[in-house]
């Protein structure tokens, strides 16, 4: 199963009473069996992948594994981005904790996204990105190090009130878990900040 999370709702529960509700408690409301694929920050909105039995789970969590999961993002982060295309190839850490907040660190995580540029606005550039690693925050840190911080990051981008984080989980493509020579291919609409 595939859903369209929305931003500000966490994909799973956090600690502490306030942050129980979340993507998969909804759900399992309905279906108790369902179990996360993989995990959204709680500002990005877009596509989850979820599996109905825990065969299914192991499945695309190997996929998840191997990197035979493309992921698509759109995003719009400030300033204008000089070139049509990139990989930013850094390695990320935790550097604090509340909130949790990640950055450039010789010892971290290796780290890959690949971004192009989609359209230059005056003061903003739109981003398709794709993440052939699946750090946490990945993203937000990359693009924060690369001084073009997408905007309404509220971690990442403090100065900037947008009305929301401008990052959007837009496809996924992977293998069909009951052949796996064909590609299954989902896309969530365009979201309403794309239209302004």
Known sequence: MVVDKPAGLLCQ?????????SLISRL?????DLRLVHRLDRDTSGLVLLAKDPGTHRLLGA?????????????DVQGQMGTLSGRIDLPLARLKRQPPTY????????????????????NSTRLWLCPRTGRSHQLRAHLAALHHPIIGDPIYNPGCAAGGL???????????????????????????????
């Open 13 to 21: 529960p956090g600690l502490g009473t306030h942050q129980q509700d």
């Open 28 to 32: 399992q409301l309905a279906c108790p």
């Open 63 to 75: 996929l998840f594994a191997a990197r035979r999961v493309r992921k698509l993002y759109l995003a």
């Open 103 to 122: 950055g450039i660190h010789p010892d971290g995580k290796a780290c890959l996204t690949l971004w192009r540029r989609l359209q230059l606005m005056e």
């Open 166 to 196: 401008r990052l959007r989980a837009m496809a996924l493509r992977f293998p069909d878990p009951d052949d796996p020579r064909h590609p299954l291919r989902v896309r969530a609409p365009e979201p309403a900040w794309a239209h302004r």
